[in-house]
């Protein structure tokens, strides 16, 4: 069974920075996504990244403040974002899919973590 473990979130100030890590079991077989949900809302599509790190596909709200890059030696996806908005406040989920293209739905990602909390405030 396929383990992914996010860590990296927290409270940070408006126009700050965090990264996100997501630590896949396994061997990196996978593409991988980033999606979030704001408390009322649904959950939503962040970033993607294929299984060879290209291409990458964002969602046009974070365009150009986040990155998606991946490290298969360490199994491990990362979400850099950069000049953080109170509007990106959400629970952060990385997800697994087990094919080599990327993809920026939700519901053809097979395996899914727990969630880390990212809080901007202004």
């Known amino acids: 069974q396929v383990q992914l473990v996010e860590s990296g979130g927290g409270l940070v100030q408006a126009g700050g920075s965090l990264r996100l890590s997501c630590a896949v079991s396994?061997?990196?077989?996978?593409?991988m996504g980033w999606f979030r949900q704001a408390p009322g809302k649904e959950r939503e599509f962040v970033a993607a990244?294929?299984?060879?790190?290209?291409?990458?596909y964002y969602a046009d709200s974070v365009k150009g403040r986040f990155t998606i890059s991946r490290d298969n030696a360490k199994d491990t996806v990362y979400l850099q974002m950069n000049s953080l908005k109170p509007e990106d406040t959400a629970v952060y989920y990385c997800?697994?899919?087990?094919?080599?293209?990327?993809?920026?739905?939700?519901?053809?990602?097979?395996?899914w973590g727990q969630g880390t909390q990212v809080t901007v405030s202004s």
């Open positions: 997800a697994a899919r087990s094919a080599w293209a990327a993809t920026t739905r939700a519901d053809e990602y097979d395996y």
């Open positions: 396994g061997r990196s077989r996978y593409s």
């Open positions: 990244i294929s299984l060879s790190g290209g291409p990458t």
